[in-house]
Nanobody, 126 residues
Framework: QVQLVESGGGLVQSGGSLRLSCAASGFTMDYFAIGWFRQAPGQEREGVSCISSNHSTYYADSVKGRFTVSRYNTKSTVYLVIDSLKPEDTATYYC????????????????????WGQGTQVTVSS
């Protein structure tokens, strides 16, 4: 059974940093892209980053320069490091995957992903 579990969220002051983790189980993640999304109350789910199976990375314009995604297949874990946190980053953060082998392609569209974690809350105070 495919399972994704996010962790690492918390309450952080503006300008601080967090490292979020996405732990995968139930499948071999080597061949699959992992996406990071966030959703604030009452808002649409927003794609912020994706790392492909060949370790290529992509970021939404709103987070470029502050977010860094990496993957460690031997640990079945994907990380998202967030620097220079802003109050606008406050949201529940989710990781997701799709069992289609995209190769080097990426997506920041939620509808392209099939499996989701339960999310981890990031709250940034001003």
């Amino acid at each position: 059974q495919v399972q994704l579990v996010e962790s690492g969220g918390g309450l952080v002051q503006s300008g601080g940093s967090l490292r979020l983790s996405c732990a995968a189980s139930g499948f071999t993640m080597d061949y699959f892209a992992i996406g990071w999304f966030r959703q604030a109350p009452g808002q649409e789910r927003e794609g912020v980053s994706c790392i492909s199976s060949n370790h290529s990375t992509y970021y939404a314009d709103s987070v470029k320069g502050r977010f860094t995604v990496s993957r460690y297949n031997t640990k079945s874990t994907v990380y998202l490091v967030i620097d220079s946190l802003k109050p606008e980053d406050t949201a529940t953060y989710y990781c997701a995957t799709d069992r289609t082998r995209w190769g080097g392609r990426y997506s920041l569209h939620p509808d392209d992903y099939t499996y989701w974690g339960q999310g981890t809350q990031v709250t940034v105070s001003s």
